[in-house]
């Protein structure tokens, strides 16, 4: 199979290497691109992503050599696993020199067909990963703008309550997490861009959006933190496509004010926020 892609050149090398080294395992049936490679988006700066298929007997065993694996084919510098991305059977590479970011995730035949994407095929032996691959339609997961909701302003008070007290960092993280579950995702949907945290949000959104966002980002102080909470909450209002929780959000708002005042009234300052 020819497995050129448009893709850099350091890539297409790993590429060219890699599976040429692959197709001597007889455990493993093929091995597919995923990511930046189906979306066009490619640059020096991606990873790579490569989805190794091995027949269902093997699974295991080439799951307990995966690291070895790696190992043999490139110049790998170090690795580890995905558990902390909910996905042990991925193994995060980092090859070089030249420095390439490569992602191998090892799946059995049986599991091919569950997939968020539907990658391109790089080889396979005999036809077997395009009987598999193609009876389903990879579908990314996009944000549930319901589910959202429902969450969205007991999340919003949790914020509030951490500036309240002074926990700054710990406001700071929660924003952060604003941001990539549900203010960039669903600013992606509306630019008809992949929903993945706030990747690539800046080629995707317009300026105006990004100027939003922008203003969603704190430093570690009072004022700074409660303002960007704000202005999170007006961003989301702006972009969110169901009916909104008015009893909800009028009673956090309150509570909004209540924290703004009375730290004020602790600082001994009428100054406006």
């Given at each position: 199979m020819n497995h050129s892609l448009n893709i850099p050149d350091l890539h297409q090398k790993f590429v060219n290497e890699s599976v040429s080294r692959l197709q001597s395992d007889e455990r493993i049936l093929g091995v597919a691109a995923g990511g930046s490679v189906l979306l066009g988006t490619m640059d020096e700066f991606s990873d790579l992503d490569l989805v190794v298929v091995t027949d269902s007997e093997s699974f295991e065993e080439v799951m307990n050599e995966r690291q070895s694996i790696a190992t043999g084919i490139g110049d790998l510098i170090d690795c580890f696993t995905g558990e902390h991305v909910g996905e042990p059977r991925l193994l995060i590479c980092l090859y070089g020199p030249p420095l390439i970011h490569i992602d191998l995730k090892f799946v059995s035949i049986d599991d091919l067909e569950e997939k968020v994407e539907d990658p391109v095929l790089l080889w396979e032996r005999d036809n077997i990963l395009s009987k598999v691959l193609y009876r389903t339609e990879g579908k990314f997961p996009k944000p549930q703008p319901d589910w959202i909701e429902e969450r969205f302003w007991i999340w919003i008070h949790y914020c509030a309550t951490k500036i309240g007290r002074g926990e700054l960092f710990e406001a700071l993280d929660f924003l952060s997490f604003l941001r990539n579950a549900v203010l960039?995702?669903?600013?992606?949907?509306?630019?008809?861009?992949?929903?993945?945290?706030?990747r690539k949000i800046e080629f995707n959104a317009s300026d105006q959006e990004i100027e939003k966002?922008?203003?969603t980002i704190a430093i570690h102080d009072f004022k700074s933190c409660y303002q960007a909470l704000l202005n999170s909450i007006e961003l989301y209002k702006d972009i969110r496509t169901v009916k909104g929780n008015k009893v909800a959000e009028e009673h956090v708002t309150q509570?909004?004010?209540?924290?703004?005042?009375?730290?004020m009234c602790q600082q001994g300052t009428g100054e406006e926020l």
């Open positions: 960039g995702p669903l600013l992606l949907v509306k630019n008809n861009a992949r929903p993945q945290g706030v966002l922008k203003s509570y909004l004010s209540q924290i703004k005042n009375g730290k």
